[in-house]
């Protein structure tokens, strides 16, 4: 198994250009989630889904859209990239199990907008 | 008040030496707490569950104090390898259980 992979691994772009990154999981997830982490904010939650077809915002989701067609994939898109928006973007998946799960993570996007 | 709170370190110690970390979290309705390790430029993962009764994995014990807010992550004979950084992690059941809320990390160097 792969566990989550994602999808580049390295972009640059520049200011008001769009992408999307692409997560993908193999291990059946329910939930799926993307995060950014900046140096001193520690890991933020941008956006989750709790199953196919389902999405909702999470911490700071402005700027950001996300879709989740299949169960195993969850996209994250810029539609217009902003410096702010430099960061090292992380996908997770889980699967729910009464009070206590696990989130296993991809190995992160490092976008950098200039 | 921060949802999740540690100190951000870093922690210097010496190899064999015993470390410990808190962090306090500021919503009662709290259900679920975890201890993440993260390496430098890789991804967070999972190092154990805090249970209410407490729990020990080898040279790692964490405890939970829920009357205090606070949980705590141990680590004993500390190796080379255990350098990195801990992250506090709260299921706030704003959402259920789905979401977590992450600390920043406490980095800990273990030297020789």
Known sequence: NAGVTQTPKFRVLKTGQSMTLLCAQDMNHEYMYWYRQDPGMGLRLIHYSVGEGTTAKGEVPDGYNVSRLKKQNFLLGLESAAPSQTSVYFCASSKPSGMSYEQYFGPGTRLTVT | ?112
């Open chain 2, 1 to 112: 008040r921060k949802e999740v709170e540690q100190d951000p370190g870093p922690f210097n110690v010496p190899e064999g030496a015993t470390v410990a970390f808190n962090c306090t979290y500021s919503n009662s309705a709290s259900q679920s707490f975890f201890w993440y390790r993260q390496d430098c430029r890789k991804e967070p993962k999972l190092l154990m569950s805090v249970y209410s009764s407490g729990n020990e994995d080898g040279r790692f014990t964490a405890q939970l104090n829920r009357a205090s807010q606070y949980i705590s992550l141990l680590i004993r004979d500390s190796k080379l390898s255990d350098s990195a950084t801990y992250l506090c992690v709260v299921n706030p059941m704003n959402s259920g259980y789905s979401t977590l809320t992450f600390g920043k990390g406490t980095m800990l160097l273990v030297s020789p």
